[in-house]
């Protein structure tokens, strides 16, 4: 991860909603996610997708009292259900355009996702399209935002 110079964010430690936790364990939450990165030589994380996605006002200013910043998916194939590797390929390339974030799962109950990015990954390059870092996405890009009730 360090020589390809990725980005990593976190999910949180547990993968429970915050929704459904008081600030405390949310807090709990983060800061065990944190000491787990720490271990592997990850210091700075400052991106988090909080557990699917769940947030509100509360739950963002607390990210944002830890120094980190909510993402959030715009284009979800819904992968992990294993919906069909061509549902998978359509849905991200009919919906998929500059600045979306998509949102894909690895693990070993998703059969159909590597397939299919066999196919996304060029399909979106021909459209015209650039992968790029969160850091990459959210500076200088020009985007609608949309207030969390």
Same mark, same amino acid.
């Given at each position: 991860?360090?020589?390809?110079?990725?980005?990593?964010?976190?999910?949180?430690?547990?993968?429970?909603?915050?929704?459904?936790?008081?600030?405390?364990?949310?807090?709990?939450d983060?800061?065990?996610?944190?000491?787990?990165?720490?271990?592997?030589?990850?210091? #700075?994380?400052?991106? *988090?997708?909080?557990?699917?996605?769940?947030?509100? !006002?509360?739950?963002? &200013?607390?990210? $944002?009292?830890?120094?980190?910043?909510?993402?959030?998916?715009?284009?979800?194939?819904?992968?992990?259900?294993?919906?069909?590797?061509?549902?998978?390929?359509?849905?991200?390339?009919?919906?998929?355009? #500059?600045?979306?974030? *998509?949102?894909?799962?690895?693990?070993?109950?998703? !059969?159909?996702?590597? &397939?299919?990015? $066999?196919?996304?990954?060029?399909?979106?390059?021909?459209?015209?399209?650039?992968?790029?870092?969160?850091?990459e996405?959210v500076?200088?890009?020009?985007?609608?935002?949309?207030?969390?009730?």
């Amino acid at each position: 991860m360090h020589e390809g110079k990725h980005e990593i964010g976190m999910m949180g430690y547990k993968y429970e909603s915050y929704l459904e936790q008081k600030p405390a364990q949310v807090q709990q939450d983060m800061n065990q996610a944190k000491e787990a990165f720490e271990k592997l030589g990850f210091d #700075e994380i400052k991106w *988090i997708r909080p557990p699917h996605g769940h947030m509100d !006002k509360e739950v963002l &200013k607390m990210i $944002e009292n830890e120094g980190m910043q909510a993402v959030q998916w715009s284009i979800n194939p819904r992968d992990w259900e294993n919906p069909g590797t061509n549902t998978i390929i359509d849905t991200v390339l009919n919906e998929g355009s #500059e600045g979306d974030i *998509i949102l894909m799962h690895a693990s070993d109950s998703v !059969k159909q996702t590597a &397939k299919a990015l $066999e196919v996304i990954l060029p399909g979106l390059k021909q459209k015209g399209l650039k992968f790029v870092s969160i850091t990459e996405l959210v500076s200088g890009a020009e985007s609608e935002t949309t207030q969390i009730e």
